[in-house]
């Protein structure tokens, strides 16, 4: 699926390409997302849980500070020739993408050595010894990865993302919906959730609704970076009156 100028416009609010500063397309099947060349002053943005393969896209985004993209269907680490030119890039989460391979200190190194500006990899903070140790055990990346049979080998990753996706377990699925609340909440300065708290699913809910219910939560906490004090204010009494009404239901049903 291809990533639109309509798309990216409606989701950040924005009126024209250039306005956008941060882009939320979490778990949308996206593919193809060449618009974002044409995005000069993003700043933030989270691509987790696609089926994206091709980061040269980003090359042009000068302005860009952090990238989400866990979980993808990046094959190469040669992708990051296009993230080494980014002069901001501060914070990028890249796991779970088929370019991690089997050596976890070795992909950490290498992304290390070609991104020696990040401060945080993978939600884990960047050290001076690992930056100095990335010298020695990263491997540098000095061209853009080959584009043979880009087709196939994308359709490929597709159908085995998709299957690998209606396989997942209910705990997989919790461990998941937790990860990127948690990381969202991060972003917005909040504490993370506890398993216990987080944990109010119905057995009976199917994983659709399961999938749905935390694609809002985290809609909704990317909103509230946005507000102000007036506009959280809102939040708060309509959240608190809510909350009111559900009690008043459970106590009646009791």
């Known amino acids: 699926m291809r990533l639109t100028r309509a798309a990216v416009l409606t989701r950040?609010?924005?009126?024209?390409?250039?306005?956008v500063r941060r882009l939320n397309c979490w778990g949308s099947h996206?593919?193809?997302i060449s618009v974002c060349q044409d995005l000069p002053n993003i700043e933030v943005i989270t691509f987790?849980?696609?089926?994206i393969s091709?980061?040269?896209?980003?090359?042009?985004c000068l302005n860009l500070r952090e990238l989400y993209l866990r979980k993808n269907n990046i094959a190469s680490l040669n992708e990051l020739f296009y993230l080494k030119n980014l002069p901001r890039l501060r914070v990028l989460w890249l796991s779970e993408n088929p370019c991690c391979g089997p050596d976890p200190h070795r992909?950490?190194?290498?992304?290390?050595?070609?991104?020696?500006?990040?401060?945080?990899?993978?939600?884990?903070?960047?050290?001076?010894e690992e930056l100095s140790q990335a010298l020695v055990d990263g491997e540098e990346i000095v061209a853009p990865p080959a584009r043979r049979n880009v087709e196939n080998s994308c359709l490929e990753s597709t159908e085995s993302s998709a299957a690998e996706s209606t396989t997942e377990t209910e705990s997989e699925l919790l461990n998941f919906s937790l990860e990127e609340t948690n990381k969202i909440r991060e972003e917005l300065g909040m504490k993370p959730v506890s398993r216990?708290?987080?944990s109010s699913f119905s057995p009976r809910e199917t994983d659709c609704n399961r999938k749905k219910r935390n694609n809002v939560l985290n809609a909704i906490l990317l909103l509230m970076k946005e507000l102000d004090v007036e506009g959280l204010e809102i939040i708060q009494q309509t959240v608190g009156?809510?909350?009111q009404a559900f009690?008043?239901?459970e106590l009646h049903e009791e």
């Open 30 to 32: 996206l593919t193809d």
């Open 107 to 128: 992909y950490r190194m290498t992304v290390l050595r070609n991104l020696p500006s990040l401060q945080k990899l993978d939600n884990q903070a960047v050290t001076e």
């Open 196 to 198: 216990d708290k987080f």
């Open 241 to 243: 009156r809510k909350l």
């Open 48 to 51: 987790s849980v696609n089926g």
């Open 12 to 19: 950040s609010k924005a009126t024209a390409l250039d306005g």
């Open 54 to 60: 091709d980061l040269e896209p980003l090359n042009q």
């Open 247 to 249: 009690r008043k239901k």
